[in-house]
DNA sequence: CTTGTCACTTGCAAAATGCAAGTGACTAAA
DNA sequence: TTTAGTCACTTGCATTTTGCAAGTGACAAG
């Protein structure tokens, strides 16, 4: 005789998506993640330019949801690329309606696809590239 | 040259998409249109709980975005009963993406279909139905 | 006249947003 | 060594949005 509510607001499939994705960003840095952006700084950089505490905390939160993983990318200082999960790649489907509702209903809207980085570079453009000049080493 | 930005963030659908309908509640009153809820009321009574003056304001915003038309069911007082329009009924796409997506990836959750009323009544339970009392004339 | 219903509105505290500037770890050039 | 620059965040703070609770207006019914 469970008395605990499992759900926030409800077992509703869709609000608890909401509860996770629901606001004005977090589907945009999925959006992004999706066509290839990796870095902070290239996901800081798209036209809707996200405050940068938004982008961090939301990051947070979507890591935390298992819907993105991070791995370092380089070490000294360690710096952070982040990746879509199976979980969060399945939100293509919810981007796909978005886009085709958006570019039926919304006059003047398209589509944004592909990459995000300048080149297929792996790391942000003609930055530290760390080779094996250490100080302490 | 026109100078001036048409649009708030970006071009891009899913970013407009979201200006309009990115947060945790909205789409769940269009869940609840496409449902067949009507009224306020009913609009109200959902398991989330939606707070008065927030449904009040996106009631508002979803006809003010043409996602919703409202219509008097009856007069004296003057009450409207709220529907979509071909353009709302389109957000039916996004929603079954983020049932299939909630249903995959959160446990427990489920879809909420069907109706709300209790019975097909075309207004409240019981409520004033006015049949032609009236005082001034 | 009192109670009840429905659809909102209002007040206000708490939380989320957004902008700008600051910080930490380094690399590279002067 | 000092100075400048990059990347990834963090911090402060003012503004906006939420959310809860209670209030209001227009009635119908008893």
Redesign the interface.
């Known amino acids: 005789m469970s008395t605990a509510k499992?759900?926030t607001?409800?077992?509703?499939?869709?609000?608890?998506?909401?509860?996770?994705v629901?606001?004005?960003?977090t589907?945009?840095v999925v959006?992004d993640l999706l066509h290839g952006k990796r870095t902070y700084g290239e996901l800081a950089n798209?036209?809707?330019?996200i405050p940068t505490n938004i982008l961090a905390d939301r990051l947070r939160r979507l890591e935390g949801a298992?819907i993105i993983a991070s791995t370092p990318y380089q070490e000294r200082p360690v710096r952070y690329a982040y990746a879509l999960t199976p979980?969060g790649r399945?939100?293509g489907?919810?981007?796909?309606?978005?886009?085709?509702?958006?570019?039926?209903?919304?006059p003047?809207?398209?589509?944004?696809n592909q990459g995000s980085a300048g080149a297929g570079s792996a790391v942000p453009a003609g930055s530290p590239r760390r080779a094996r000049t250490r100080r302490g080493g």
């Open positions: 499992p759900f607001r409800s077992a509703c499939a869709v609000a608890n998506s909401l509860d996770i629901g606001d004005k960003w589907l945009l959006r798209s036209p809707e330019r298992g979980k399945a939100l489907d919810v981007l796909l309606a978005f886009v085709r509702w958006g570019k039926q209903f919304i003047g809207t398209v589509a944004l």
